[in-house]
């Protein structure tokens, strides 16, 4: 019966935009699903101990080149997006290859990506005339032409499909990642990489793939999400401020465990969503706050997070052998 069980969720997933046509809720279920991708992205780095603080920075790629693209050349999403995806994973070679060569880890890894996090955010701030700066930017509307071409719509049940593919795809990988030699390889890595090694694993190698696969995928989900929004500003798809969001969620959801990204993205979303119906504008930037506050509460009491505590509170455990 369990192994029936994700094709029955799955189809009432899918059954969701056919019965339920309240837009609103819809529009929240939509978001949730493209950050779920973007905090999915981000954990296939960090469950191996690689904690990327510059993912706003792919995801702002993402975003801003497909829509420079479109409006300056008038090139498709379905050309733009690929390409944006080549730039996200141009940059992250370009940072992580000297950073892995020269074997710099750990924390010093981690600020050199929120390094990447600020220069990105800057230079979409200075290129003001290009980009919008801080005041954002907007994709033009395909004007009486053919909405696939233009990758937009404005019916959400279509987004919604779209957004719920691309969340399937990112668990997908995520599990492909998990049952693959590379999980193994990295696992070593991040155990000791001397030891790894010497037993034949190319660490440098190894490193580079799973990063630029998830820059690529975080690229993926800003150029979806400036595609359904149809307005972005450098705080809402890049920067310092969008990095810490991805590893708040993937903590608090569960690092380890395929599903903790959503959850994670379920709860700072609508905690979000709730301080900004409640408070209004009075509570703008409460949300960061709320989020460092228990982003220390998770790391002390359920470092695990929430999925990866149920897990281990529902695995049986094995007792003492009698003397």
Request: glycine residues 10%; aromatic residues 14%; hydrophobic residues 55%.
């Amino acid at each position: 019966m369990t192994r029936y069980l994700p094709w029955v969720v799955g189809a009432a997933l899918v059954a969701v935009p056919f019965v339920y046509h309240q837009q609103y809720p819809l529009h929240i279920m939509i978001v949730v699903l493209i950050w779920s991708f973007a905090y999915t992205s981000w954990s296939m780095m960090g469950r191996f101990g690689l904690v990327s603080l510059g993912h706003g920075g792919f995801m702002g790629v993402g975003a801003y080149v497909t829509a420079l693209l479109w409006n300056h050349f008038g090139i498709t999403p379905w050309i733009g997006i690929p390409l944006a995806l080549l730039a996200a994973a141009a940059l992250a070679l370009v940072v992580a290859y000297p950073c892995f060569r020269f074997r710099i880890t750990g924390h010093y890894f981690a600020l050199v990506t929120l390094a990447l996090s600020g220069i990105v955010l800057q230079v979409i701030t200075a290129t003001r005339d290009h980009t919008g700066g801080s005041l954002g930017y907007t994709p033009e509307r395909y004007q009486g032409g053919n909405p696939i071409y233009a990758l937009q719509f404005n019916d959400k049940a279509v987004w919604y499909l779209i957004a719920l593919g691309i969340w399937a795809l990112g668990l997908f990988i995520w599990y492909r990642v998990d049952r693959s030699m590379m999980r193994y390889a990295l696992e070593a890595i991040s155990e000791d990489e001397d030891a790894a090694a010497a037993a034949g694993v190319y660490v440098t190698w190894e490193k580079l793939k799973i990063t630029v696969l998830s820059a690529v995928m975080t690229a993926l989900a800003g150029a979806l999400y400036c595609q359904y929004q149809m307005f972005i500003s450098p705080d809402t798809v890049s920067g310092i401020s969008v990095s810490l969001q991805m590893v708040f969620a993937v903590v608090v959801g569960g690092i380890y465990v395929s599903l903790g990204p959503t959850v994670g993205a379920v709860i700072t979303l609508l905690l979000a969503e709730v301080l900004r119906i409640g408070f209004g504008t009075a509570a703008v930037g409460y949300d960061n706050l709320v989020y460092g506050v228990l982003l220390v509460l998770f790391i002390i009491f359920l470092p695990k997070g929430i999925l990866g505590s149920l897990l281990d509170w529902r695995t049986p455990k094995l007792k003492p052998a009698a003397k």
